[in-house]
Nanobody, 118 residues
C-alpha cells in the first residue's frame, strides 16, 4: 500500500525552526521527484521545495532559509525551515511524482499543520 506520512509540524514562535518529515511506504522515493507543498486557509496550494535526483529547488519565499534533503535508507524526505514567519502558517503536504510519461504516478500525504505565532 502506497502511503506518505508527514510529521514534525506544530506551533512555533516567529524566528523559530522546524524540520518536517515525510516517510514513504509502498514505493522508493529515490525514483521519484519529491515535493513539499503548503496550503494556507483561503489560498491556493503552493509548491515550496523540490528534490529530484539530488537537485533541489525552492520557492522564492523559502530561499535562503530552507533545506530539503532525502534519506534513501529511511525512505524519508525532510524539509528544514528556519526563521519561520507568520506567513509560513499552513498545512504542509508531501508529494511524490514519478512513473512514466504514459503512466504518471502521483502520491500525496495528509499534511502536517505548521502554525507560526507569538
Amino acid at each position: 500500500q502506497v502511503q506518505l506520512v508527514e510529521s514534525g509540524g506544530g506551533l512555533v514562535h516567529p524566528g523559530g525552526s522546524l524540520r518536517l518529515s515525510c516517510t514513504a511506504s509502498g514505493f522508493t522515493i529515490s525514483t521519484y521527484a519529491m515535493n513539499w507543498y503548503r496550503q494556507a486557509p483561503g489560498k491556493e496550494r503552493e509548491l515550496v521545495a523540490n528534490i529530484t535526483n539530488g537537485s533541489t529547488n525552492f520557492a522564492d519565499s523559502m530561499k535562503g532559509r530552507s533545506t530539503i534533503s532525502r534519506d534513501d535508507a529511511k525512505n524519508t524526505v525532510y524539509l528544514q525551515i528556519n526563521n519561520l514567519k507568520p506567513e509560513d502558517t499552513a498545512v504542509y503536504l508531501c508529494n511524490a511524482e514519478g512513473g512514466t510519461l504514459w503512466y504518471p504516478l502521483t502520491f500525496w500525504g495528509q499534511g502536517t499543520q505548521v502554525t507560526v505565532s507569538s
